[in-house]
């Protein structure tokens, strides 16, 4: 397949974007500056990129608490998302939520559940929603393999097939759910894929370490799912290069198979891709790093600073103002 | 007009439904069968597939995608066939519905109405007779109401409706056939204030649900042994309405908490520490609690008939205030 120019440049930015974020983030936690833990991300940005470069103006979209550096691809801040990672002022939630919590209604993010796979039928709700509105928006839904085998999953993704909802499940599977491997976990290779068949779902099988793949595959279920066909699962295949939270060594496995996996760099792939078109020079790669590292660097700067709470708040936002309609 | 308990639910969500688009309506069964309590009969054929869908058997799923398609506008009102069965979607209502705009911020809001079945029903047994307003006293962000008229219970479903924020509605089985005279016109009922059922001026009962009722016919068998007591249905369990309640005790210097659930852990429970908290220099006595035994509401019908409070219970309760 052919791509444009711009589409490609514009998934290389959000690629490295997100790759520099959660390289970032690692680091900030082990500062200190993060209240809670942290699910670094950190190669599994294809799953992400690839997806939401389908997107368009008006969709929705249920992000997870691994690649946070997904909520900048949908157009929220740096200086908003590391606010909320901090529990400052000049996040969404002012202090109340956090790291698992980012979210930006405006841009059509749903927040999430702290009970994985809770928030899958609260999207799949959301997909309602839009449905009504006949506007040929959608939700993306992510969630990861471990997730995939919660009961409120299986009654969303029923639900959403006999619905017809405009819902794309994206089932990031990086083998591990903390320390249980995905064939623990579920009895047939594929948790995404392999089970939309029961729910009427087509699905799709990529290799999360190619971002142009995962984007063919999603521009082709976001079609199916917005023309009004009905939910879809794209399942992105990769691994989970770190710990399933920060301070996790991760000596449950095989250091030697993490080792081929960092090979299989998302980044480098599409950076080899780019310079062998000649569309990226490595003078151009350079200046796209700096530039981001900068923008990452000011959202940062910017939550160091940015206010605390005030303890007498602590009671806002139970209930909504006005209370009634 | 005269309608019954459901039927006065069932004009509060029709008239709901018309004045506002966004409002839908889903759960098991509710769309052509209309509930299988029949208070939903009628919606489906006027308002359309769109906005008045049956669900798959799905629990989880039905609180959640409440939550999503409120946070994201529309106002819907849902069905838990049996309040027992919001236990299946305790997280979903613990952690989500309640919490959601917490944990988000300001931009986000949950106008969304669970309306369930709940009390018992002469031998629906122990999963589905259960009264479980005090489960979900823990978790802030909850507004929860249990009317005990069909007046009530139109006027607030109504209001709950409209709230933009997520209410529980727990509609009483045994009330659902009873008939009442309610106004033609449209009328609505704050959230959050209590009804004087009976004033009174030596002792206080605080009943809920079912139990206001059996309070009622207690309070006239009193009266006739010449104690004049006090009935006061709070209605809206979350948030109280504790202006009224402490005026009443601080009048009658005794109160007796009456409810149709279980008794440890109860509402009584929570409300008796209250009082004794904020009014301990006011009373003459100490709280009385009068509820349903700790056992799983037996099948049996004699068995359920003496595990819930009747007029006798809450009457020698009374008793030992004086």
Redesign the interface.
């Known amino acids: 397949m052919s791509y444009p120019k711009e589409k490609l440049l514009e998934m290389y930015r959000s690629l490295l974007g997100d790759r520099i974020l959660e390289e970032r983030l690692i680091e900030l936690y082990a500062q200190g500056w993060v209240p809670g833990h942290i699910h670094s991300g950190v190669g599994e940005e294809a799953s992400y990129t690839g997806v939401l470069a389908t997107r368009r103006e008006g969709d929705?979209y249920k992000f997870t608490h691994r690649n946070v550096s997904a909520y900048s691809d949908v157009g929220v801040s740096y200086r908003h998302i590391f606010c909320e990672i901090l529990g400052r002022m000049g996040?969404?939630?002012?202090g109340?939520?956090g790291i698992n919590?980012i979210?930006?209604?405006?841009k059509g993010v749903?927040?999430m559940?702290?009970?994985l796979g809770?928030?899958?039928?609260?999207?799949?709700?959301?997909?309602?929603?839009?449905k009504?509105?006949s506007s040929g928006n959608m939700v993306y839904c992510f969630l990861g393999d471990g997730t995939t085998s919660r009961?409120?999953v299986h009654?969303?993704m029923?639900?959403a097939g006999?619905?017809k909802l405009p819902i794309l499940y994206i089932v990031n599977n990086n083998e591990f759910s903390i320390s249980t491997h995905v064939s623990e976990g579920c009895s047939i290779p594929n948790p995404g894929a392999g089970r939309a068949a029961g729910y009427g779902m087509p699905a799709k099988l990529v290799d999360a370490t190619d971002v142009l793949e995962v984007y063919d595959a999603a521009k082709e279920l976001s079609d199916y799912v917005r023309s009004g066909n009905g939910p879809a699962v794209l399942e992105t295949k990769g691994y989970r290069w770190r710990g399933h939270f920060e301070g996790d060594q991760a000596r449950y496995r095989d250091a030697a198979v993490a080792n081929e996996w960092h090979k299989r760099d998302c980044v480098k792939n599409l950076e080899s891709y780019l310079k062998e078109k000649d569309l990226l020079s490595d003078a151009e790669i350079e200046a796209i790093r700096e530039e981001t590292k900068a923008a990452i660097e000011d959202g940062i700067a910017f939550a160091e600073k940015a206010e605390q709470p005030k303890l007498s708040a602590i009671y806002?936002?139970?209930?909504?103002?006005?209370?009634?309609? | 007009m005269l309608v019954t308990y459901a039927q006065a639910i069932n004009a509060a969500m029709k008239e709901e439904m018309r004045r506002d688009d966004k409002m839908v309506i889903f759960g098991e069964d509710v769309a052509q069968h209309g509930g299988i309590f029949g208070v939903t009969r009628g919606l489906w054929d006027e308002f359309g597939s769109d906005r008045v869908k049956n669900t798959p058997v799905s629990e989880n799923a039905i609180a959640a995608v409440g939550v999503g398609a409120a946070v994201f506008g529309l106002r819907p009102c849902i069905e838990f066939m049996y309040s027992d069965f919001m236990l299946v979607a305790y997280n979903e209502i613990f952690q989500s519905v309640s919490k959601w705009r917490y944990l988000h911020g300001p931009q986000y809001s949950v106008p969304l109405v669970i309306r369930s079945a709940a009390g018992s029903a002469f031998g629906a047994g122990a999963e589905h007779s259960n009264c479980v307003e005090s489960l979900f006293l823990h978790s802030p962000g909850l507004t929860m109401i249990t009317p005990s008229t069909a007046y009530d219970a139109k006027g607030l479903l109504k209001s709950a409706i409209r709230s933009n924020n997520p209410v529980l509605f727990f509609e009483q089985k045994q009330l659902y056939q009873v008939k009442e005279e309610i106004p033609d016109d449209e009328y609505l009922i704050p959230i959050g204030v209590a009804d004087i059922k009976r004033p009174g001026k030596d002792v206080t009962i605080i009943a809920v649900g079912l139990m206001v009722r059996r309070a009622l016919e207690a309070a006239e068998k009193l009266a006739a042994e010449g104690i004049d007591a006090e009935v006061i249905d709070p209605r809206t369990i979350a948030p109280l309405d504790r202006e009224t309640l402490f005026g009443s005790i601080r009048k009658t210097h005794r109160a007796v908490i009456v409810e149709e659930s279980s008794k440890t852990g109860g509402l009584g429970a929570e409300w008796a520490a209250m009082i004794q908290e904020e009014l301990y220099d006011s009373m003459d006595a100490p709280v009385q609690r009068v509820a349903a035994l700790d056992v799983p509401l037996p099948y049996n019908v004699a068995y359920e008939v003496a595990a819930i409070p009747d007029a006798d219970r809450i009457i020698s309760a009374v008793k030992t205030l004086f």
Request: with cysteine.
């Open positions: 929705c996040g969404n939630s002012e109340k939520g919590h979210a930006d209604k405006d749903i927040g559940a702290g009970a809770c928030d899958i039928a609260i999207a799949t709700g959301v997909s309602y929603a839009l009504l509105q009961g409120p009654e969303a029923n639900w006999v619905w806002d936002n139970i209930f909504a103002e006005p209370y009634e309609n």
